[in-house]
């Protein structure tokens, strides 16, 4: 049992108490325990998942074109020769005008293909291309051979409708 003072309208109270002793006794957590527990499980949490991440390594390097990025420059390509007012067929570039007489290139540069507009900034149109070449078969008609890293042959024919 324990005593304590109380200061009631300036007399001094002493009244025992019973529940003090019971709440010392009861084997709960208290709230800064519990917290501590939450914050060392996502401490734990936070370090096991990062060391993981560094046991588990995935290659994400492809060395084959992907399919659907090659045929979406295709189309690209095909959508760009029919609105231009002009083109010319390098065998390593391919150079469209459009109707303001602005420039715009395709042209391989490392392991890429970058289509410029005006010689400045590049947008990536296909990647992990070891040599691509381009050839005019007929008048309407551009030839893109695409060999990729692993030494796979992409050969494409694009039909073009200019004025």
């Known amino acids: 049992m324990i ?4 200061v009631f ?3 001094i109270v002493i009244r025992n108490v019973k529940y003090v002793k019971k709440l ?3 084997k709960g957590f208290t ?3 519990t917290l501590f527990s939450l914050v060392l499980f996502l401490l734990i949490i936070a370090i096991t998942t990062s060391s993981l991440k560094s046991f588990v390594k995935r290659n994400y390097r492809y060395e084959s074109v992907n399919k659907l990025e090659l045929d979406n420059f295709i189309k690209e390509v095909q959508k760009e020769a029919n609105i231009s007012s002009s083109y010319i067929v390098y065998s390593d570039m ?3 005008e459009d ?5 715009i ?3 391989k540069y490392a392991t890429i293909i970058r289509r410029q507009k005006l010689g400045t900034g590049h947008e ?4 992990n291309i070891r040599d691509i070449e381009y050839s005019q078969n007929y008048q309407s008609q551009i030839l893109v051979k695409v060999v990729d890293l692993n030494g796979g042959i992409y050969e494409k024919t694009i039909r073009v409708f200019t004025n």
């Open 105 to 107: 290139t395709y042209r």
């Open 3 to 6: 005593r304590t003072r109380f």
């Open 9 to 11: 309208h300036g007399s």
């Open 24 to 26: 010392l006794d009861e």
């Open 124 to 127: 990536i149109v296909l990647q």
């Open 31 to 33: 709230l800064i325990e």
């Open 94 to 96: 391919l150079l469209f």
């Open 99 to 103: 109707y303001t007489h602005v420039p």
